[in-house]
């Protein structure tokens, strides 16, 4: 339970930086403007680093994951998708677990039985529901916040935000995205809590994120839903930034810099945290590699020349010694180099 105590002062603390920032300092240049760009600048390069540096790291061995037939005689159904032979295959493969998120949909989860004696295993679904809800609904959020990012807003920008305001339930429209966000965190959080054998192994940074995200949700559901917001002001102040000519507009409110704050935070911790699991997932070789090792020879890059020390080398160096102490030599050598 200190993960989760650290988690919550942590998010606590980060709350009251820009609330203390801009209430009592007035510091909107610096956490309208200045916070913004350098969490976009963490954001870039530390992901550009870890994607470069995973590039570079050696696969020595196959390692797929299997779950299914390997290719073999032709009248053999192959799994392709669980057990891949080509790079069309590896595709299918690593796109199925990005969009569908198919090795979480097969997942079993593992049960002991009442005397300890037994293991059974059941489906676990529900896993795989709240993981596709949190990331589409993440990913939808995301997408319509680009209308703020854009003059004139792109036409698929428009379409997502009607689509996901589709309900068209009260003033201002809500938004289906935001508040299923809210909920699927907020039911993954609540995994790592209720289920003993995952909170007894969570720390602080599995619990940060969620506590973040859901600051970063409530936030926005609060300005969208409840105090409200000057929106042309704050595309304004968006605007400006995406430009690189910044301006600072009067009255956009505190939520407002709260919420900017924890997102420039979340960006800013992206790159070092298990969220890069988003670009990781490309990099995996148990899921973006073939496995064919019978049909094709696979070098390990961490193989060197050898320089072999050979017997008739050996011979060679020591056979005065090895004559005087009564060490037999090898008769093939002794006739090829002429000496006795």
């Given at each position: 339970?200190?993960?989760?105590?650290y988690?919550?002062?942590a998010?606590?603390i980060?709350?009251?930086?820009?609330?203390?920032?801009i209430?009592?300092?007035?510091?909107?240049?610096?956490?309208?403007?200045?916070?913004?760009?350098?969490?976009?600048?963490?954001?870039?390069?530390?992901?550009l680093?870890?994607?470069?540096k995973?590039s570079?790291?050696p696969?020595?061995?196959?390692?797929?994951?299997?779950?299914?037939?390997?290719?073999?005689l032709?009248?053999?159904?192959?799994?392709?998708?669980?057990?891949?032979?080509?790079?069309?295959?590896?595709?299918?493969?690593?796109?199925?677990?990005?969009?569908?998120f198919?090795?979480?949909?097969?997942?079993?989860?593992?049960?002991?039985?009442?005397?300890?004696?037994?293991v059974?295993?059941?489906?676990?679904?529900?896993?795989?529901?709240?993981?596709?809800?949190?990331h589409?609904?993440?990913?939808?959020?995301?997408f319509?916040?680009?209308?703020?990012?854009?003059?004139?807003?792109?036409?698929?920008?428009?379409?997502?935000?009607?689509?996901?305001?589709?309900?068209?339930?009260?003033?201002p429209?809500?938004?289906?995205?935001?508040?299923?966000?809210?909920?699927?965190v907020?039911?993954?959080?609540?995994?790592?809590?209720?289920?003993?054998?995952?909170?007894?192994?969570?720390?602080?940074?599995?619990?940060?994120?969620?506590?973040?995200?859901?600051?970063?949700?409530?936030t926005?559901a609060?300005?969208r839903?409840?105090?409200?917001?000057n929106?042309?002001?704050?595309?304004?102040?968006?605007?400006?930034?995406?430009?690189?000519?910044?301006?600072?507009?009067?009255?956009?409110?505190l939520l407002?810099?709260?919420?900017?704050?924890?997102v420039?935070?979340?960006?800013?911790?992206?790159?070092?945290?298990?969220?890069?699991?988003?670009?990781?997932?490309?990099?995996?070789?148990?899921r973006?590699?073939a496995?064919?090792?019978?049909?094709?020879?696979?070098?390990?890059?961490?193989n060197?020349t050898?320089?072999?020390?050979?017997?008739?080398?050996?011979?060679?160096?020591?056979?005065?010694?090895?004559?005087?102490?009564?060490?037999?030599?090898?008769?093939?050598l002794?006739?090829?180099?002429?000496?006795?």
């Amino acid at each position: 339970m200190i993960g989760i105590a650290y988690a919550l002062i942590a998010l606590i603390i980060l709350i009251l930086v820009p609330w203390v920032g801009i209430q009592g300092l007035g510091l909107t240049y610096l956490f309208g403007v200045i916070i913004p760009y350098a969490a976009m600048a963490i954001f870039f390069f530390g992901v550009l680093q870890r994607l470069l540096k995973w590039s570079r790291i050696p696969n020595p061995f196959k390692i797929p994951t299997t779950g299914g037939q390997q290719k073999s005689l032709n009248w053999i159904r192959q799994s392709k998708f669980d057990n891949p032979s080509s790079t069309g295959q590896v595709i299918g493969r690593v796109l199925s677990e990005v969009f569908l998120f198919r090795s979480l949909f097969r997942n079993l989860s593992p049960r002991v039985g009442t005397q300890g004696t037994s293991v059974t295993y059941a489906s676990a679904k529900w896993l795989w529901i709240f993981a596709i809800l949190f990331h589409y609904a993440m990913f939808t959020t995301v997408f319509r916040h680009l209308r703020f990012f854009t003059n004139p807003v792109p036409w698929p920008v428009g379409f997502v935000e009607g689509f996901d305001g589709w309900l068209e339930v009260g003033i201002p429209q809500v938004m289906i995205s935001g508040l299923v966000l809210l909920c699927a965190v907020c039911l993954l959080l609540a995994r790592r809590l209720v289920i003993p054998r995952l909170r007894y192994i969570s720390l602080m940074n599995d619990f940060f994120p969620l506590f973040l995200l859901i600051a970063i949700a409530t936030t926005g559901a609060l300005m969208r839903y409840i105090v409200g917001i000057n929106v042309p002001s704050v595309k304004e102040l968006v605007m400006g930034l995406v430009s690189f000519r910044p301006v600072m507009i009067e009255g956009i409110g505190l939520l407002f810099y709260i919420h900017i704050f924890l997102v420039s935070t979340l960006l800013a911790y992206f790159p070092f945290s298990k969220l890069m699991h988003a670009g990781g997932i490309f990099f995996s070789p148990t899921r973006s590699m073939a496995n064919d090792n019978r049909a094709v020879h696979h070098d390990n890059p961490w193989n060197y020349t050898v320089k072999f020390h050979t017997y008739d080398a050996f011979e060679e160096e020591f056979r005065d010694k090895m004559t005087e102490a009564g060490i037999p030599l090898d008769d093939t050598l002794s006739s090829s180099t002429g000496k006795d």
